[in-house]
């Protein structure tokens, strides 16, 4: 009914940066926030940033000042640009969006991931 791609994740040297990217497609209505969270081996998912149709951000401490988050509402995308990576950003990163489709009412939906591995 609705899917969520992501793209972009891949090995980067520490300092470097990656653009992470995810695309929403299917009976789509309309899109509340969307956003990005992550996985690391052996702990819980986290978020990492959110944004809202009306441009909102919400961004984690600890990814703040380095991480960006934007979205085209038109293209139904959303966009993380993140910098100055360090070895603990490693994980899997999740898109997520709360989508109204014209069958339903809003709900969350998740992307299948796309890992991001900071090392040297």
């Known amino acids: 009914q609705v899917q969520l791609v992501e793209s972009g994740g891949g090995l980067v040297q520490p300092g470097g940066s990656l653009r992470l990217s995810c695309a929403a497609s299917g009976s789509i209505f309309s899109i509340n926030a969307m956003g990005w969270y992550r996985q690391a081996p052996g702990k819980e998912r986290e978020l990492v940033a959110t944004?809202?149709?009306?441009?909102?951000?919400n961004t984690a401490d600890s990814v703040k000042g380095r991480f960006t988050i934007s979205r085209d509402n038109a293209k139904n995308t959303v966009s993380l640009q993140m910098n100055s990576l360090r070895p603990e950003d490693t994980a899997v990163y999740y898109c997520?969006?709360?989508?109204?489709?014209?069958?339903?009412?809003?709900?969350?939906?998740w992307g299948q991931g796309t890992q991001v591995t900071v090392s040297s």
């Open positions: 944004i809202t149709s009306g441009g909102t951000t």
């Open positions: 997520n969006a709360d989508v109204r489709t014209f069958s339903s009412w809003y709900r969350k939906y």
